[in-house]
């Protein structure tokens, strides 16, 4: 019988339960009842007598060095019946099994984590390392000390793990799953393991807790190379596929049910949104060219040294569509975790470049859809947003807070760091150290700054819907988006709009009231991108059909204004000056290539018109009033910013139409000294501030079209061009051509002026017939009033077929002069060019109506370049010259007395019928025959009734075909056959009498 201390530890044999479940206890030593309990004890001692020196399985080896790590010395050991059965060499197996059994009973009692802290406390406190190794070499045999010392074989003897035990060996029927499964196919199988490792994520089951840590890395790093290999990632980034050190966990970033702000600011859908950030960075590839895009553009900005990423945002949408559509609705949160994974993929390349800049700006490009400021509302707050418009004000820039750190006055300590917000001031209640309350001053040298602008943008003038005050808003510039626009620039700005009480407004009003701004996120230029935005293939297409058709020049010229009835000079003078010339550039110093126009004519003339149509035909127009406008309405000026309290600088309307058309009806209405400041606007395209400290200099690269009434109201013939306008010359020799509009009476064309006037008003408001009407005409009588009313609407100048629609005209004037840049050829006759200068200067000296000097000339190359791009050419050829000669040659004669201007059109004959339609020429001579002839019958008539004579008064003239065809050789042509079977000739309202071999016209 064991003593009572061997007793006391002695473990206690666990209870066993028979068939029925009773548990009946065994006595200490005993075998277990079960007969299949003892077939597996004998099989187990069996094969532990056949098994080499290595006879204790590793598992009982460790057991054993536990309980001599729990006992005392050596001598307590065999007290255990279990040690005694052992060492006195008794059923090994029987009493082996009972130790396992008693052993992890005891520890199912006691509990892991206690047995576990017992044997650490005891390891720390009693056991000695050298009692323990004595205490091996007592009980251990040599054999298994020297297994011990190359370490365990963890697959040595592992049959021993299958062995039967009774006691362990039991199931609850209840929890037995009994039914038939089928064998699952591949897809299946995997859509069961994602779950199970998404389950795995959410419990954070971690299955690789027990591996060494250097063997999880190789299995991490094994198992990442597989899934990029697997996904066709593996592009050459591994070192920048981040630094996580486990294995990535899938994770549904959609799947969310709390506001979206406070889900992006929680650590995991944070990390996600990164990890797949950075692989669209690093991966994203042109699926053309195959090229890797935003790794190109890192390292182009590495290049340049600059700030900004641009991200295209369908290439986001292509990618990871629920990111976009959170960085719209979330911007100011998205935006910033993108920075920070921009900022670590080009540390990546380039470790050193944070010595070059701290923060790296995700900008955003070609946001869908562009708001108009007249239409921003609530419901934009805070939301990603893009509009366009033209900047009016540009602030100075300021140092703004990004990082704060402030001292504290009562204890010393420097707080902070605390991110300073765009429109929000950080303020600190108190001290977390002493609880001070108080002012607390900014730590100037460890407080981070930037640069911050504000500017302000306007809608663009051609937007602005009629009889509408242009709305404005602020549009706040930080980083590299510094004086990336300036005023008069056109701009497109991607950004946040936000709003910030507005102190102002809540001291005056009293009620809250908020100010909006947008933070400018992209700044883009709409100038230079004009043209490939607004055009799309088909327009393209259908502009280049255009240009190959050889009267294109005069389709366009009669698509200005085709309301407008004659005035063929204004017309083309208009067209000109709406396709431009092209700038040029000499050693710094810059030429215009816009023509300016001036437009002096007879109250009712359609001056107005013209100018109206200019402004809704041009890309980029600015309209005003010469009784409105002032020299800082027109130029620039500088106001008091109301929040900065500086002095910022305002661009006017010149400034405002830069690369553009400027407008100024009523020119004759300004002051001189307003006209006199815009000398410079008009001739050198920029113009010059000195006002409040502000010294600089603004372009002004634009068009001028002014309109302008005569002295007196109307225009005197028998008086020279400057005589009737009260403008100086300088000014006058800034415009490139005169346009002159007379009311002079001609029965002819006043009678087709009028038809022209009640066709308009037939095509405006066409005759409607009633039901009885309809039921009662025949299709044919309806077919031939319809032929008859488009007879009728066809009296004018130029047929409908040859105008092109006002849409149409705008875009082939935006191609024209977006990507048409002409330049003189090699083989031009510039001796022509020579002469004709020549000439015009001796002809001038003996009229001086209008001083012909070297602008002149530079005005004829510039209207053969617009001529040029009129026709989408990229070279100016001798017909543009001879076009524009004859242009010029025009201007210069309607500007001469009325007793020169004949002189004149006889001199430069050659020139001004260049080109000209014959019967366009015939029917004009035709017509000033027929006034002469009218002027003969009325003088005859007046003498007649003076005298007391009753004459008969005719209701025809007539004149002689002899007379025609003598006008007719003076300008060279000697067959008058077409002209009579012209279409021209016939509605003019002539007829050939062949008996008296007359044209006749009704009166």
């Excluded at 001598?75 to 009972?98: K, M, W």
């Excluded at 700005?493 to 701004?517: E, M, S």
Aim: aromatic fraction near 6%; charged fraction near 30%.
């Amino acid at each position: 019988m064991a003593s009572n201390d061997g007793d006391s530890m002695a473990p206690s044999r666990p209870p066993t339960s028979d068939s029925t479940g009773a548990t009946t206890a065994q006595p200490p030593g005993a075998a277990p009842p079960s007969s299949s309990a003892s077939a597996g004890v004998s099989t187990l001692a069996h094969g532990l007598s056949d098994s080499d020196s290595n006879s204790d399985n590793d598992d009982s080896r460790g057991r054993k060095r536990r309980r001599l790590r729990r006992g005392g010395d050596g001598s307590a050991l065999p007290d255990s019946p279990t040690l005694s059965a052992i060492a006195n060499g008794s059923d090994e197996a029987d009493a082996l099994d009972d130790f396992v059994v008693g052993d992890m009973e005891h520890e199912e009692q006691d509990g892991d984590d206690d047995y576990g802290e017992q044997a650490e406390e005891l390891d720390e406190e009693i056991v000695d390392e050298l009692d323990i190794q004595e205490r091996e070499r007592r009980f251990f045999s040599d054999d298994e000390l020297d297994d011990d010392a190359d370490g365990e074989d963890l697959g040595e003897n592992a049959e021993m793990d299958y062995r039967r035990m009774a006691t362990l060996d039991r199931y609850d029927t209840a929890m037995l799953d009994g039914r038939q499964y089928d064998d699952m196919d591949l897809d299946t199988r995997r859509g069961v393991e994602d779950e199970l490792n998404r389950r795995d994520a959410r419990e954070g089951r971690i299955a690789q807790v027990f591996q060494d840590d250097m063997e999880m890395e190789q299995d991490d790093a094994h198992r990442h190379r597989f899934r990029r290999n697997l996904n066709g990632e593996n592009r050459g980034y591994d070192d920048m596929e981040g630094n996580d050190d486990g294995e990535y966990d899938p994770f549904n970033l959609e799947n969310f049910g709390v506001p979206l702000r406070e889900w992006i600011a929680s650590e995991r859908p944070r990390n996600e949104i990164k990890r797949r950030f950075k692989n669209f960075l690093n991966t994203f590839a042109d699926s053309k060219t195959g090229r890797l895009v935003y790794h190109e553009k890192i390292v182009q900005l590495a290049q340049r040294n600059e700030q900004s990423l641009e991200i295209e945002i369908g290439d986001v949408i292509h990618r990871m569509s629920m990111v976009a559509a959170w960085l719209v609705e979330a911007p100011k949160d998205m935006l910033a975790i993108l920075d920070e994974v921009a900022r670590e993929v080009v540390l990546a390349l380039f470790p050193y470049y944070a010595t070059i800049h701290q923060q790296i700006y995700v900008r955003i490009l070609d946001l869908p859809g562009t708001e108009r400021l007249r239409d921003l509302r609530t419901a934009h707050l805070n939301f990603l947003i893009k509009v366009s418009g033209v900047v009016t004000r540009r602030t100075s820039v300021f140092p703004q807070l990004q990082l704060v750190k402030v001292n504290c006055p009562g204890c010393g300590a420097v707080l902070g760091p605390f991110t300073q917000q765009s429109q929000q001031e950080v303020k600190l209640n108190a001290c977390p150290e002493c609880q001070y309350r108080g002012h607390f001053p900014v730590n100037s040298e460890q407080t981070v700054y930037r640069n911050f602008q504000k500017i302000t943008l306007q809608e663009s003038p051609g937007s602005v819907p009629p009889g509408r005050v242009p709305r404005s808003k602020d549009v706040v510039l930080i980083g590299d988006l510094i004086d990336k626009a300036r005023p008069g620039d056109e701009i497109a700005v991607t950004g946040i709009y936000t709003n910030t009480p507005d102190p102002t407004l809540n001291l005056r009003d009293g009620f809250p009231v908020f100010r909006t701004v947008i933070e400018a996120n992209h700044v883009e230029r709409r100038a230079d991108v004009l043209g490939s935005q607004l055009l799309t293939a088909e327009d393209k297409k259908q502009i280049l059909r255009l240009a190959k058709q050889p009267d294109i020049a005069q389709r366009l010229i009669n698509s200005i204004a085709p309301s407008i009835y004659g005035h063929q000079q204004v017309k083309t003078a208009l067209a000109l000056a709406l396709f431009g010339g092209k700038p040029k550039f000499i050693k710094n110093s810059r030429v215009r290539g816009d023509l300016n126009v001036l437009l002096v004519g007879d109250p009712g003339t359609a001056k107005s018109q013209f100018l109206k149509f200019a402004k809704q035909t041009a890309p980029r127009a600015v309209y005003s009033t010469g009784k409105g406008a002032s020299a800082v309405g027109l130029t620039a000026g500088v106001s008091r910013d109301p929040f900065t309290k500086e002095w910022v600088l305002q661009g006017g309307a010149l400034v405002l139409a830069d690369k553009g058309v400027c407008l100024i009806d009523e020119f004759d209405k300004m002051n001189e000294q307003d006209r006199t400041s815009i000398h410079e606007a008009m001739e050198q395209q920029s113009i010059s501030v000195s006002k409040a400290g502000i010294v600089t200099s603004l372009q002004a690269r634009c068009s001028v079209i002014a309109a302008a009434n005569p002295i007196g109201g109307r225009y005197n013939a028998a008086r020279t061009f400057a005589e009737n306008v009260e403008l100086t010359d300088p000014i006058l020799q800034r415009f490139d051509l005169l346009c002159v509009l007379q009311d002079t009476v001609d029965p002819v064309d006043d009678e087709r002026l009028a038809d022209f006037v009640v066709s308009s008003h037939m095509r405006s408001n066409p005759m409607k017939k009633t039901a009885e009407d309809e039921a009662n005409d025949d299709e044919g009588e309806t077919e031939d009033e319809l032929s008859a009313l488009t007879q009728s609407m066809q009296v004018g100048d130029a047929d409908t077929s040859m105008t092109l629609d006002q849409e149409l005209l705008r875009k082939y004037i935006l191609y024209a002069r977006t990507f048409v840049n002409p330049v003189l050829a090699s083989g031009l006759d510039t001796r022509k060019v020579e002469s004709f200068y020549a000439q015009l200067r001796r002809a001038s000296q003996h009229t001086g109506a209008v001083p012909v000097a070297v602008r002149h000339l530079e005005s004829l190359f510039r209207m053969a370049e617009a001529h040029a791009r009129m026709h989408l050419r990229d070279t100016v050829g001798d017909e543009d010259l001879a076009l524009a000669i004859r242009v010029l040659t025009e201007s210069l004669c309607d500007a001469q007395k009325f007793t020169f201007k004949r002189q004149w059109r006889r001199l430069f004959r050659p020139y001004l019928t260049y080109r000209q339609d014959n019967n366009v020429l015939l029917l004009h001579v035709l017509h000033e025959l027929f006034t002469s002839a009218h002027a003969y019958h009325q003088l005859r008539v007046q003498t007649d009734a003076q005298a007391g004579h009753r004459s008969h008064r005719d209701t025809t003239l007539t004149v002689l075909r002899a007379d025609l065809l003598a006008k007719a050789k003076s300008v060279g042509i000697y067959d008058l056959s077409e002209f009579y079977a012209s279409s021209a000739f016939s509605k003019a309202g002539f007829r050939i009498d062949e008996q008296a071999n007359a044209i006749v016209k009704d009166i």
